[in-house]
């Protein structure tokens, strides 16, 4: 009953900061694209905060929820949002603010966490403040994942696509032909344990600059 009870106090705490943080994320996409000209997601109505619009079943509650009962790392994913890039004004070069947009939006949301875990410490202490310290310190956690993972340079996360936004165009569409493989990619490198050993130093190194930021206690 004792880990019942931890596991439903831990998803009441991180609850808000995951849907915020995948909201915000698949939201920025949709208006990014809409603001470069291609209105697919728009029509589909993803330019929204509506945390249902964005929410997949398996990739946004099941998965992570079963990651977290089992004591590993939170893994899943929303419904992507649908970008038709030859509607761009600029195909190539807009890919990568569409792209960008998404983990922009996890580190706005990092750093809003971050100056109100910082404000738990300057107020005193009372009722709502330690679980306020909790949430502040999910969503950090959180969009520091989304973030990291979501830059990592394969297709079709959003690293992937900047990447090869970036890429002279030869480079670029050899480079992409790897987008119909990247998820299965992505869950073996998870699954070996090479996507932990690549992305653990970064997150951390993102932390360490956020605590140094904003003078959070270690």
Not at 34 to 46: M, V
Not at 84 to 108: E, Q, S, T
Not at 185 to 202: E, F, Q, R, S, W
Request: aromatic share 8%; net charge positive.
């Amino acid at each position: 009953m004792t880990d019942i009870n931890a596991l439903i106090q831990t998803i009441a705490i991180i609850a808000l900061p995951v849907l915020l943080a995948i909201t915000l994320h698949e939201a920025a996409h949709a208006y990014a694209a809409r603001f470069f000209g291609d209105p697919t997601a728009w029509e589909l109505g993803r330019v929204s905060l509506n945390p249902l619009r964005h929410i997949d079943p398996i990739g946004t509650i099941a998965l992570p929820l079963i990651f977290l009962a089992s004591g590993g790392i939170l893994f899943g994913w929303a419904k992507p949002v649908p970008v038709d890039f030859r509607r761009l004004c600029n195909p190539k070069r807009d890919m990568l603010w569409v792209a960008a947009a998404g983990p922009a939006a996890n580190l706005i949301m990092l750093l809003f966490w971050a100056a109100l875990l910082k404000l738990h410490w300057l107020l005193p202490a009372g009722d709502f403040s330690r679980p306020m310290a909790r949430m502040a310190e999910a969503g950090i956690g959180i969009n520091i994942i989304l973030m990291v993972l979501n830059l990592f340079p394969l297709p079709p996360l959003d690293g992937g696509r900047i990447l090869v936004s970036l890429l002279p165009n030869e480079a670029a569409r050899r480079y992409a032909r790897i987008e119909p493989f990247g998820l299965l990619i992505l869950i073996a490198l998870l699954l070996t344990g090479i996507l932990g050993k690549l992305l653990t130093p970064v997150m951390a190194l993102v932390d360490a600059l956020i605590a140094a930021l904003f003078q959070l206690p270690s």
